[in-house]
């Protein structure tokens, strides 16, 4: 077997070279993460903020481990060189998608696309990237069920980063059922669980009433998610922990 | 370090062979370690060793401030080990002193040989170690609570660092130092191991000892060391296992 991602190989040997799970998929050995940064994958929505502001490009940080330069004509709109500032400022949130990923570390990425822009008000959770799956649930059945019973609009960055949006009360609701996936992510039955919070914490001059579907015009990125490719889910519950630490690993 | 009330040497070695504690010459003091207890770092740990407190923080891989300090092929590794004025009986003064500076160089080259920095050019790697109350072995600690928050960061490494001290206490070599020990023993030698390798990538010594001594030291010290790597290890599979469903909500 040859060494894969989280690896290393010494001696005819493979080593685990970061704290995670063992994945042995022939011809690789590999470890997947349990934690970490943010690591950018092509195509993967993430919900950056603006850092910095040159004449042609916007500095974003995706939480990964380099800025992301947003060049102007990633967007969507008409940028003149040096009026950059006219559209995105310092601190500013936006939707983006990662589009390449160069040797060097640079990470490009693009306004252009379904559901990529800039995020108007609202409030940006940060959770652990490798919990984002969970966020998601099995075909969005999650993150249906948090819309559904806050009326909050929601969106999704692959980078660990939750734009939540809406009246307070359902952001604050969403930042707690945040809360609870983030620490509960290795149990299952988390989406009856959360919903029966949401619905302990109903407030009582909506209760009863359906809460109004999410259709938010006036916002350029209506909520989306994207769910993950990864075969998370029972992933952490499978406790084959490779802790670490050298695993001696077959040749 | 500094003065202690008492003007003699306090008797550090029993008749029966046992030290100011009660421990055995090849004894370590009781360790516990707690991995992610900050949230805002991208990996923590806590470490409680004897009297000793240490709280170490990892941030990164990110950008490097300064940034002249970045490299192209890898990522910088920068420590900080602090301690707080109020680790030690008397007032530490705080800040950077020639003391922290020093610990804080030998801790980030220990890391620098262990962490795959090609993989993350141009970005940083931040530790900080906070020694938030000291009783002699503080390095070491600081070092092993360091590996933990690495680990816990996600940050590639050949292995985790487990760090001891070992010393010579009225005439014998001795494991894990505490306070009384390293200000009236004859010498202190702390060491960090790759158990992986074998190999000693922190290494320093004060006092005096012989050759046959020393060689001595450095194999109880690795002895020790692997010691601490099993709970090391246990410590972060405590921190991933699945536990008792409950907690919040």
Not at chain 2, 137 to 151: F, I, K, P, Q
Not at chain 2, 176 to 182: G, I, M, R
Not at chain 2, 195 to 222: K, N, Y
Request: hydrophobic residues 40%; aromatic residues 4%; negative net charge.
């Amino acid at each position: 077997m040859k060494p894969g991602p989280g690896t290393y190989r010494t001696g005819g040997k493979v080593y685990a070279s970061v704290l995670g799970l063992l994945s042995e998929r022939p011809p690789l050995v590999s470890v997947i993460p349990l934690s970490g940064r943010y690591i950018p994958k092509p195509a993967d929505v993430v919900i950056g903020t603006v850092t910095d502001v040159q004449g042609t490009f916007w500095l974003l940080d995706i939480g990964a481990p380099r800025w992301a330069p947003l060049h102007m004509t990633g967007t969507p709109w008409q940028v003149e060189i040096g009026e950059t500032d006219r559209f995105l400022r310092v601190g500013d949130a936006v939707v983006v998608q990662v589009e390449s990923l160069e040797a060097t570390g640079r990470i490009g990425v693009t306004m252009n696309g379904e559901g990529l822009g800039k995020l108007e008000g609202g409030t940006i959770v940060r959770i652990s990237p490798a919990r984002i799956p969970r966020v998601v649930g099995r075909n969005g059945s999650m993150i249906a069920t948090i819309r559904q019973h806050t009326g909050a609009e929601v969106v999704v960055g692959q980078n660990g980063r939750v734009w939540v949006g809406g009246s307070p009360e359902a952001i604050h609701r969403v930042s707690e059922v945040l809360r609870i996936i983030e620490a509960n992510a290795q149990h299952s039955g988390l989406t009856e669980r959360v919903e029966s919070y949401l619905l302990a914490t109903m407030p009582t001059d909506v209760r009863g009433s359906e809460p109004p579907p999410v259709e938010h015009a006036h916002r350029d990125a209506p909520p989306r998610v994207l769910d993950s490719a990864e075969p998370d889910e029972e992933a952490v519950d499978a406790e084959d922990d490779t802790p670490n630490t050298i695993e001696p690993g077959e040749q | 370090m500094g003065s202690v009330g008492a003007k003699e040497v306090p008797v550090l070695l029993s008749p029966e062979g046992l030290r100011i504690d009660g421990r055995k010459l090849d004894e370590l003091r009781a360790i516990r370690l707690q991995v992610g207890t900050l949230h805002n770092a991208d990996g923590s740990a806590f470490v409680e060793w004897g009297a000793n407190k240490v709280m170490a923080a990892v941030y990164g891989p990110r950008e490097v401030h300064p940034r002249h300090l970045q490299q192209n092929n890898k990522a910088v590794i920068q420590c900080k080990y602090n301690m707080a004025a109020f680790a030690v009986d008397e007032r530490k003064r705080p800040g950077l002193d020639r003391r922290s500076q020093e610990i804080s160089k030998v801790i980030g080259e220990a890391f620098e040989s262990v962490v795959f920095a090609e993989e993350y050019p141009r970005t940083s790697i931040d530790i900080y170690i906070e020694v938030l109350q000291a009783n002699a072995g503080t390095r070491c600690a600081g070092l092993v609570a360091a590996s933990l928050a690495l680990a816990d960061a996600g940050i590639p490494m050949v292995d985790l660092l487990p760090a001891v001290a070992v010393g010579k206490v009225a005439g014998k070599i001795a494991l894990d130092l505490k306070k009384e020990e390293d200000n009236f023993g004859e010498a202190d030698l702390p060491m960090a191991l790759v158990p992986q390798s074998g190999r000693l990538v922190l290494l320093q010594m004060e006092g005096h000892m012989t050759e046959e001594e020393l060689s001595r030291a450095l194999d109880l010290g690795v002895q020790g060391c692997r010691e601490i790597y099993e709970k090391m290890k246990r410590a972060l599979r405590e921190r991933y296992s699945t536990g008792p469903v409950g907690g919040s909500s």
